[in-house]
């Protein structure tokens, strides 16, 4: 069974920096596109970024665009999110995702087969 295991959360100050990885183990890692997201109390889970298969394409949402950056270290089984100049607004519980299917809706949740378990982020002003 595929398994991923994020890591990194921790309570920040506005404007910091924070960097989560998520590590995966029993699947072809190669393979999968890695999606993160993210989810506040109260809200839906919402979708973050979203790298290829083979790291060579990513997507981000509007609200992270020049913020935050995804890579995939297919050596290690290892995604990372990069986050730079947090914001308050950016505390959420952060999910990673894998797609093993190269689903073309990078922004929906059911686009991807396994997920992690999540790591909490907190931004304070």
């Known amino acids: 069974q595929v398994q991923l295991v994020e890591s990194g959360g921790k309570l920040v100050q506005a404007g910091g920096s924070l960097k989560l990885s998520c590590e995966v183990s029993g699947g072809a890692f190669r393979y999968y596109a890695m999606g993160w997201f993210r989810q506040a109390p109260g809200k839906e889970r919402e979708f973050v970024a979203m790298i290829s298969r083979t790291g060579s394409v990513t997507f981000y949402a509007d609200s992270v665009k020049g913020r935050f950056t995804l890579t995939k270290d297919s050596a290690k089984d290892v995604a990372y999110l990069q986050m730079n100049s947090l914001k308050p607004e950016d505390t959420a519980v952060y999910y990673c995702?894998?797609?093993?299917?190269?689903?073309?809706?990078?922004?929906?949740?059911?686009?991807?087969?396994?997920w992690g378990q999540g790591t909490q982020v907190t931004v304070s002003s």
């Open positions: 995702a894998a797609d093993s299917r190269g689903g073309a809706n990078h922004v929906t949740p059911l686009t991807y087969d396994y």
